[in-house]
């Protein structure tokens, strides 16, 4: 007995209509909006534990201490340079984590603006203040005409930006020195 069973073909669709896009009216130009103020960007700021460890030479965990234990602390941007292709949010990683949790080490945070930063250390510039030369280089008037002509050039006191610092546990007067000759990471 021959039992082919015949399936159905399958029934043909019609092709779909296409529809026009709607028209869309022109939109005028927004009339420039005054510049909103940049939000102010977090602390981090976590207490040293009891004791603190030391860090492999040339890693990138050993340039975040030697970077945020310099007397002026480090920038995001100075973070971001020397620890390329970190992201922002590695580098705050790097902070809580690799520095607090592993390390020992407490964080602080302040916040300057780029004058203040200047004054702190020989800042390349991250906001609107520009300087060339080192502020240990340059008389105080020299510093106040800067100051004057940058405030001329555009220069916006009330940009702020954060800062960290490295926080040492009790009875430490620097960073456990580091260990090995690590590979670069």
């Not at 002509?149 to 009875?171: C, R, S, T």
Request: charged residues 25%.
């Amino acid at each position: 007995m021959n039992m082919t069973a015949k399936t159905p073909a399958p029934k043909a669709r019609a092709p779909r209509k296409v529809k026009a896009a709607p028209e869309v009216a022109p939109q005028p130009v927004p009339a420039a909006q005054p510049k909103a103020k940049a939000r102010k960007p977090r602390a981090i700021t976590l207490a040293p534990k009891k004791e603190a460890r030391a860090c492999k030479a040339g890693t990138k965990q050993a340039r975040l201490v030697d970077l945020l234990s310099r007397a002026g602390g480090a920038s995001m941007a100075e973070l971001r340079e020397a620890l390329a292709p970190w992201k922002d949010v590695t580098i705050k990683s790097g902070l809580s984590w690799d520095m607090n949790h592993q390390k020992g080490y407490g964080i602080r945070t302040t916040f300057e603006n780029g004058y203040q930063r200047w004054l702190a250390t020989d800042y390349a510039g991250m906001g609107t203040f520009r300087g060339n030369d080192h502020p240990d280089d340059v008389s105080e008037a020299d510093k106040a005409a800067l100051l004057a002509d940058n405030l001329a050039n555009g220069y916006d006191p009330e940009e702020v930006f954060a800062v960290y610092h490295l926080v040492l546990p009790a009875g430490l007067k620097a960073p456990v020195p580091h260990t090995g000759g690590g590979v670069a990471e």
